[in-house]
């Protein structure tokens, strides 16, 4: 069951259809991961609206679901053995929506792993990584006058896309076949662009990403889902 009843969040959000997937997220990379899986899986749900501000964030209606104030979560009626299930963080909710499909999270148990090895290296690594230098070079520590903070983070994405760019050597997608992985990793590549450090990176020197990134946005799922909940 839910740590708290879903009534709770609903008095802020309220559910048009109970019975279906509730999404409460905003379109960053992280919201839109959730919105791409769900059109991906083809699973019925509805979007709420959860902005970034505190007010939504860190209300007493979304913290009942997610104590960690951060976008997305959702709330399944339909959960495990019937029962309703709230999850927050986007590589759980990935790994839990591609289980419940029963797709995009590979054919056999060792492509499985595989599978969330790469989500992990997401959550782990690009996210974090990725964010702390937009901070850096778009946002209030672009004003700092110590070069290190920013420097340092421009060097670890630099190292990330290597990884990446050898990774799909060979390869249309991340593990070889289109999955979670991908939905995981693109929305984040395409943050580059947002952040205004596809330079600073080298982004076109990765020939292999610049053509990946074409084909997820290319999926006509990803179109949808990059645009749930809409911003205005």
């Excluded at 979007?47 to 970034?52: F, Q, S």
């Excluded at 760019?165 to 991340?174: A, R, T, V």
């Amino acid at each position: 069951m839910l740590d708290q009843s879903p009534v709770t969040i609903m008095q802020k959000w309220p559910a048009k259809d109970p019975g279906l997937i509730q999404l409460y997220s905003f379109p960053t990379p992280n919201g839109v991961k959730i919105s791409i899986a769900l059109e991906e899986l083809g699973l019925p749900y509805e979007a709420h609206k959860v902005t970034l501000a505190d007010s939504d964030v860190k209300s007493p209606e979304f913290l009942s679901l997610n104590p960690n104030n951060k976008i997305p979560a959702i709330i399944d009626p339909n959960g495990p053995d019937e029962t309703p299930i709230g999850l927050f963080e986007s590589g759980a909710i990935l790994i839990y929506l591609a289980d419940k499909a029963g797709k995009l999270i590979g054919r056999t148990a060792a492509e499985r792993y595989k599978t969330i090895q790469w989500v992990m290296f997401q959550m782990a690594g690009v996210g974090p990584m990725f964010g702390q230098m937009g901070y850096f070079v778009k946002f209030a520590g672009a004003e700092i006058e110590d070069p290190r903070p920013r420097e340092r983070y421009i060097a670890e994405a630099k190292r990330l896309l290597a990884v990446l760019e050898k990774q799909l050597d060979g390869k249309e997608w991340i593990t070889g076949e289109y999955s979670i992985a991908d939905i995981a990793i693109a929305p984040w590549l395409r943050s580059l662009d947002f952040y205004g450090a596809r330079e600073l990176v080298g982004w076109y020197d990765h020939p292999n990403l610049v053509a990946y990134l074409d084909r997820f946005l290319a999926r006509p799922a990803v179109q949808k889902g990059l645009n749930i909940p809409a911003r205005d």
